[in-house]
């Protein structure tokens, strides 16, 4: 067998080991990487879809009118319901690649453990990488590079909710799809304690029940709000699941709280993971396609495929406390 020959297949057995046969763990290294991430995963807020020409949600919007008191002989209101529909989201596509250089693979085939470093530098290199930018888009409006970008928090939580539209239904003239906000919070030290309870208690309201689960903000306000609840904080428990991956955290009622250098500066976002969450194609779940071969460089290339996006079912009981200083 030629020595060349025999390198190669050295060469594409050692990227498949790296890539190809680890796609799993590198798949729940991206999804450790960052706190949104991470949260969403450990609470198995990142949901599977087998396809279809968009992401379909159903929607609740308003209720069974048929429910009522009756004397003994009133008929049961049997008027059909409306009150139920469905919304839809597009699929966004994120791509990248990780190229592995064949000479420099080759400068260093005598010598494996600098062949492995090589692997492992480009491999921690894209993990973080994609993490960044995913968590990047999912905090951002959904608008950046010609809006291909994946709908992010400040599009489904938005500052404003009484205008513009989310997932073709205009907030305007349909109160049921806008979230809760408190506008000019100002200085936390004064107000952010009111406001945070204020929004917190906003968002368990309605006829679907449940608080928010995820305190989301920047690392200053973070900062200011542990300072201001450190009394409580002598008692709350953390969320172990998120501080076993060294997010730092604590409890306000049922929400972990956490920051992330990513989140819009000024604002703080009161998320129910039940009704907000990152939808993901089976076939494009954080996925390494099979390498390949370019035909002018010495060069492999091993594909990634993101194909999902965020979506929410129920943005009324989601919300934002913006202008916070």
């Avoid at 009522?68 to 529909?85: E, F, L, V, W």
């Avoid at 404003?160 to 305007?172: C, F, K, V």
Wanted: aromatic residues 8%; proline residues 3%; hydrophobic residues 35%.
């Amino acid at each position: 067998m030629p020595t060349s020959f025999y390198e190669t297949k050295t060469y594409d057995r050692l990227v498949s080991s790296t890539f190809e046969n680890n796609v799993d763990d590198i798949q729940n290294q991206i999804n450790k990487a960052t706190a949104l991430l991470a949260f969403m995963r450990e609470n198995g807020r990142i949901k599977i879809e087998t396809g279809g020409e968009r992401i379909s949600v159903p929607i609740m919007y308003g209720k069974n009118t048929t429910i009522q008191s009756q004397a003994k002989q009133t008929p049961i209101n049997t008027t059909p319901m409306d009150g139920i529909t469905k919304v839809f989201y597009n699929w966004k596509v994120i791509t990248g690649s990780i190229t592995i250089w064949d000479v420099d693979l080759m400068l260093n085939k005598g010598n494996k453990v600098k062949q492995f470093d090589i692997m492992d530098a480009a491999r921690e290199q894209f993990i973080l990488s994609v993490a960044e930018t995913v968590t990047g888009q999912l905090m951002g409006d959904g608008t950046g590079n010609g809006s291909l970008d994946l709908l992010g928090i400040q599009a489904i939580i938005a500052d404003t909710p009484t205008s513009g539209t989310l997932a073709g239904i205009d907030r305007s003239t349909n109160p049921y799809w806008r979230n809760q906000y408190n506008n000019a919070v100002g200085a936390f030290a004064s107000a952010g304690l009111n406001k945070t309870r204020n929004l917190y208690n906003k968002c368990a309201l309605g006829s679907t029940k449940g608080t928010p689960d995820l305190c989301m903000m920047t690392q200053t306000i973070y900062e200011s709000f542990e300072n201001e609840h450190l009394l409580v904080l002598r008692l709350a428990k953390e969320d172990e699941k998120m501080a076993d991956l060294k997010f730092a955290n604590f409890k306000f009622g049922t929400a972990t709280c956490v920051f992330d250098e990513q989140s819009p500066s000024g604002s703080q976002y009161m998320i129910n993971t039940k009704y907000m969450y990152l939808v993901v194609h089976e076939d494009g779940n954080f996925q390494i396609m099979p390498k390949r071969s370019t035909y002018n460089q010495l060069a492999t290339i091993i594909p990634f495929l993101l194909l999902g996006n965020m979506i929410t079912s129920n943005p009324r009981k989601l919300g934002v406390n913006t202008g916070i200083t």
